[in-house]
C-alpha cells in the first residue's frame, strides 16, 4: 500500500522568509513516482513537479526547490522569499508499481499562508 | 487550448438522490480520472478510464459508478446520495495511462442536505 504523509497541517510565514514543505512517502515499489501539487482557493490542483524514484537530483525553478532523499523517504518542497501569491493548500502525492501508475495517493497536504 | 473542464462547478442535491457530474479531458488526452476531496483532506482516487475501459478502482462503494465516451469524456455517478459524499470531485486527464502528467479541472463541489 501507498501512504504520504505531510506532517504540517499549517504554516504561517511572512513574505520573503523562506519556508520548507515536508513530504514522506511510503511504498514498497522500487518504480514510483513523485509530485508536488498546489490548491489555492478556486480548488483546480496546479501541478509544480515530477520525480522518478531512480531520479535523486535536487531540482531548482525559479524560488521552488525540491529535496528528494530516499534513504529517508522524503520530498521536501521549498519556497524562497516567499510571496502572498504563494498562499494556498499544497499536496504531495506518489504513484507507483506497474499497475498503480494511474492513482495518484495524496498526503493531507499542508496550508501555507504568506502575510504581507 | 482549453484545459480539463467540469460541469457543473457547483451542485446541491438532498440525501438519497442520484447525481451525475461531467468532465471533458484536455484535446488527446485519453485518461480521466476521478478523485474526492472531503474539507480539509487530500484527494482520494475514485476512478481511472483509458480508452474507454475502467483501469482502476478505489476504495469506494458500489453507489459510485463512471463510465468514458467514445470523444474520451466521462461522466461519474452516484447513486442514493449521503451527507458524506459532499465534496470537490476532481477530474484528472492525461495523455498516457501512467497519468505521469496529469491535468486537473476545477472541479464539482457538491452539497448534500
Given at each position: ?19 520548507t514543505l515536508d513530504c514522506v512517502y511510503e511504498t514498497r515499489d ?87 | ?113
Amino acid at each position: 500500500a501507498q501512504k504520504v504523509t505531510q506532517a504540517q497541517t499549517e504554516i504561517s510565514v511572512v513574505e520573503k522568509e523562506d519556508v520548507t514543505l515536508d513530504c514522506v512517502y511510503e511504498t514498497r515499489d522500487t518504480t514510483y513516482y513523485l509530485f508536488w501539487y498546489k490548491q489555492p482557493p478556486s480548488g483546480e490542483l496546479v501541478f509544480l513537479i515530477r520525480r522518478n524514484s531512480f531520479d535523486e537530483q535536487n531540482e531548482i525553478s525559479g524560488r521552488y526547490s525540491w529535496n528528494f532523499q530516499k534513504s529517508t523517504s522524503s520530498f521536501n518542497f521549498t519556497i524562497t522569499a516567499s510571496q502572498v501569491v504563494d498562499s494556498a493548500v499544497y499536496f504531495c502525492a506518489l504513484s507507483a508499481g506497474w499497475l498503480g501508475y494511474g492513482k495518484l495517493t495524496f498526503g493531507q497536504g499542508t496550508i501555507l499562508t504568506v502575510h504581507p | 487550448d482549453a484545459g480539463v473542464t467540469q460541469s457543473p462547478t457547483h451542485l446541491i442535491k438532498t440525501r438519497g438522490q442520484h447525481v451525475t457530474l461531467r468532465c471533458s479531458p484536455i484535446s488527446g488526452h485519453k485518461s480521466v480520472s476521478w478523485y474526492q476531496q472531503v474539507l480539509g483532506q487530500g484527494p482520494q482516487f475514485i476512478f481511472q478510464y483509458y480508452e474507454k475501459e475502467e483501469r482502476g478502482r478505489g476504495n469506494f462503494p458500489d453507489r459510485f459508478s463512471a463510465r468514458q465516451f467514445p470523444n474520451y469524456s466521462s461522466e461519474l455517478n452516484v447513486n442514493a446520495l449521503l451527507l458524506g459524499d459532499s465534496a470537490l470531485y476532481l477530474c484528472a486527464s492525461s495523455r498516457t495511462l501512467d497519468n505521469t502528467e496529469a491535468f486537473f479541472g476545477q472541479g464539482t463541489r457538491l452539497t448534500v442536505v
